[in-house]
């Protein structure tokens, strides 16, 4: 055997398809590989290379087995060319090393050191260092094509599923059970025995062999041909016997159920037509085809399957990325072919089904009912657009479509990217929560501005939220019961910080309150706090005062005044009470009204009861009793009692029978009856004294101060100091005035009084 076989034979160990003597399809061997009768048994496909080339093979082989390059001098490890063709589970091993004194132990060329406990030249003979194949093993490893594999270990256990024993010592061939896809050796076993044979090896050990195309078999009860059950890949079964023949498939097919391209169920990767396409039947078989054809194909889409097969699937295939429902479609670009679905369909097939908006799926949508007028539904029976003239109406769970001028009653047309549709004003996330009525917002068409909200909640006054609001007549909030709208017929009212709602009258009744003109009328609060009624906001606007403090008294006209103290009116005016008008300050010369002022009156005083004027604007003035300011020309002329007739003249003049006033003669006088020169009343400081006005203090002399003091001290000295010689006095009155203030000054002294 020498661990070598023909490897351009189909169905061999290694070879799954072989063209002109060249394997351009490996076979990967599992445990469950291959084909019944009539396809019925598909195994696994793995990996396997597109290229009939000795490269391509040695690049299939290379995580395994690398042939050499160079026969004359090989390298180590290196297989010989045309040898790396044991084909064990999914990966290919050398049957024969290139360099000689190597020799393939579980598959990989092993120096003679390593491999002569393992393997002999043959059952009698022990390794010399030339060979490059073992022809026999020792006790722990089996022969299989070539090469010894170890009982248990990770290469042999695919072939014999004996488990290795602790010391290894398990006699050399001794398997007992083969592993699916071979059959055990009938031949006598011993250490120069391959005890297990692949199903599909036609060689064998040369007297029992498997045949071409076989997945899995039953060994002959003696040295024969082993019976297939099952065939590899790229063949197909048919009965022979109490076996199967596998006969291999008709180009392109990779795998088949029968002979002709139609009966393809799946295609070779090498071939210009690699996507397998289904036929009309049920069987599973169909034809293969190129990637352009299939794209031509619109009810067909090029993609792959779950075990990574090219296949032309139909729209409608969900299993692999299509769309249920879809009749015919168009694949999505390069860039989005991972995307579930692959493609974007264009018709979905008539059975009710309608498309999505975005071409992604196909759901039951029959246009009538409740979605008369649908379009296209987004699940089975929800609509998600409606035909022209009408749109959406989403109300709960439930999808109609009305005309436009039908969403009222709680409802608003909400407009998106050019979409109009219908919305619940009350609904997220267009809509405002408790909102009961709305309308489009001006700054954005796809969401709600609340007209009213349900309950006792008012919205606020963007009508973006609907707020706790127990407030009469108010149609807005901003916050909990915080008014920022009435309605129309009434103003919002803060006082205090607590808003109401009143009319107009209602505002300007209230104390301390005025109606604001602007944008929006309110019932404001006067900034005076002494104010009962005002024009606008800000002091000096007051019109009327409020009846309790002590700031009752408007000063300044209706609707531009202050409100201060009664003593505050100031000079021209008085304080007039009026408990329904208003207390005021009255200009003393007004006579409007019930002011009570005299006219031309500039200046006046005020009793409980009593207006008295002071003076009048010239050339007036007040009469006698204060009430009236007359005409009063009469020179000197205090008061008239009429016009230019005069009734007291001013200080130091009588009234004359003619009307005149005449000026008292005696000094200090103020007041003269009817004689000018008898004195009857004098000014302040003086007394009245037989006519005349004389000092109210001591010094009679009418001496001033400087004089008094001088003579003082002259009469002290006289007191004091005998008088030896005379004083100067240069005058009598200066000699009389010196005699009265000595004797003042000596009066009960020792001196005596000084005589004239």
């Known amino acids: 055997m020498g661990g070598c076989y023909g490897i351009c034979v189909a169905g061999s160990g290694v070879c799954r398809e072989a063209r002109d003597g060249e394997c351009v399809m490996y076979r990967e061997m599992g445990a469950d590989e291959g084909h019944s009768i009539g396809g019925g048994r598909r195994g696994t496909q793995g990996s396997r290379t597109n290229d009939s080339t000795k490269e391509g093979k040695r690049a299939k082989a290379a995580a395994t087995c690398t042939p050499t390059t160079n026969s004359n001098s090989p390298t180590s490890g290196d297989c010989t060319e045309n040898a790396c063709n044991v084909q064990i589970g999914s990966n290919v091993y050398c049957s024969q090393c290139a360099k000689q004194g190597e020799v393939p132990i579980d598959g990989t060329c092993t120096a003679k050191d390593s491999a002569i406990d393992k393997c002999k ?38 072939i014999c599923t004996d488990p ?40 064998g050990d040369g007297t029992s062999m498997g045949k071409a195309g076989c997945a899995t078999c039953e060994a002959p009860t003696s040295e024969a041909t082993a019976t297939c059950t099952t065939c590899t890949d790229g063949y197909y079964g048919t009965a022979a016997g109490s076996g199967v023949t596998s006969t291999q498939c008709t180009d392109p097919c990779a795998t088949c159920t029968a002979s002709g391209t139609d009966k393809c169920t799946s295609c070779k990767d090498a071939s210009d037509k690699q996507y397998f396409k289904k036929g009309e039947s049920n069987d599973g078989t169909g034809t293969c085809v190129s990637e352009e054809t299939c794209n031509t194909d619109s009810t067909h889409f090029p993609t792959t399957d779950a075990n990574q097969k090219k296949i032309c699937a139909l729209c409608s295939d969900a299993t692999n990325r299509g769309i249920d429902g879809c009749k015919t479609c168009t694949l999505k670009t390069a860039a989005s072919l991972a995307e579930t679905p692959s493609v974007t ?14 071409g992604t799926a196909c759901f039951l949508c029959p246009d009538k009912g409740v979605t008369a007028g649908c379009s296209s539904c987004s699940a089975d029976n929800t609509c998600e657009a409606c035909v022209p003239g009408k749109i959406l109406k989403t109300d709960g769970s439930t999808k109609t479509c009305v005309a436009e001028a039908e969403c009222t009653a709680g409802f608003f047309v909400s407009t998106a990217s050019n979409v109009k549709t219908c919305i619940s004003c009350g609904a997220a996330p267009n809509g405002v929560t408790d909102c009961a009525t709305c309308e489009a917002r001006a700054d954005d068409k796809a969401k709600a501005k609340c007209l009213s909200c349900t309950g006792t909640k008012k919205p606020n006054t963007t009508g973006t939220a609907c707020v706790a609001c127990t407030i009469a007549d108010c149609a807005n909030c901003d916050k909990e019961n915080v008014c920022t709208k009435c309605v129309d017929s009434k103003i919002v009212k803060t006082a205090a910080d607590v808003t109401s709602c009143v009319t107009d009258d209602e505002c300007t009744k209230a104390e301390g309150f005025f109606v604001k003109d602007g944008s929006t009328k ?20 007051c019109s009327k005062c409020k ?73 007036k003035k007040p009469s006698t009793d204060g009430t009236k300011c007359v005409t009063c020309t009469v020179t000197n002329c205090a008061t008239c009692s009429a016009n230019d007739a005069c009734e007291v003249c001013t200080d130091g003049y009588r009234k004359t029978d003619s009307n005149t006033c005449e000026k008292c003669t005696v000094n200090k006088c103020k007041a003269c009856a009817s004689d000018i020169n008898a004195c009857t009343e004098c000014v302040e400081g003086y007394t009245l004294e037989g006519g005349n006005c004389a000092s109210s203090s001591a010094n009679k002399s009418g001496l001033s101060t400087g004089a008094i003091v001088g003579i003082s001290v002259a009469a002290v000295v006289a007191c004091s100091v005998p008088l030896t010689g005379c004083l100067s006095l240069h005058n009598e009155q200066s000699r009389q005035n010196f005699i009265v203030v000595s004797n003042l000054l000596c009066s009960g002294r020792a001196c005596g009084r000084v005589q004239g």
């Not at 369909?345 to 975005?358: F, H, R, Y």
């Not at 009752?552 to 009470?577: I, M, N, W």
């Open 121 to 158: 030249k043959d059952a009698n003979t022990e390794l010399a260092g030339t060979e490059q194949v073992c022809g026999a093993c020792k006790d722990g490893y089996f022969l299989h094509k070539g090469g010894c594999y170890q009982f248990g270990g990770e290469v042999g256990k695919l």
């Open 164 to 203: 290795s024993t602790s010391d290894g010592s398990l006699a050399a061939g001794t398997c007992t059970a083969c592993a699916p896809g071979y059959f055990k050796n009938p031949t006598t076993v011993s250490a120069a025995v391959p005890p297990c044979i692949a199903c599909n090896d036609e060689t």
């Open 345 to 358: 369909c264009s018709v979905c097939t008539t059975e009710g089904k309608k498309l999505n908006a975005d």
């Open 522 to 541: 309110t019932c404001e609060a006067c900034s005076d706090e002494n104010c009962a009624t005002c024009a606008a906001t800000g002091m000096n606007q």
């Open 547 to 619: 009846t309790t403090g002590t700031k009752t008294y408007l000063k300044g006209s209706a609707g531009a005044g202050t409100c201060v103290e009664a003593s505050q009116c100031g000079s021209g005016f008085f304080p007039k009470a009026d408990n329904s008008a208003g207390n005021k300050c009255v200009s003393c010369a007004s006579t409007s009204g019930n002011d009570g002022g005299v006219a031309d009156c500039q200046t006046c005083s005020k009793t409980e009861t009593t207006l008295k004027c002071l003076t009048c604007s010239d050339p």
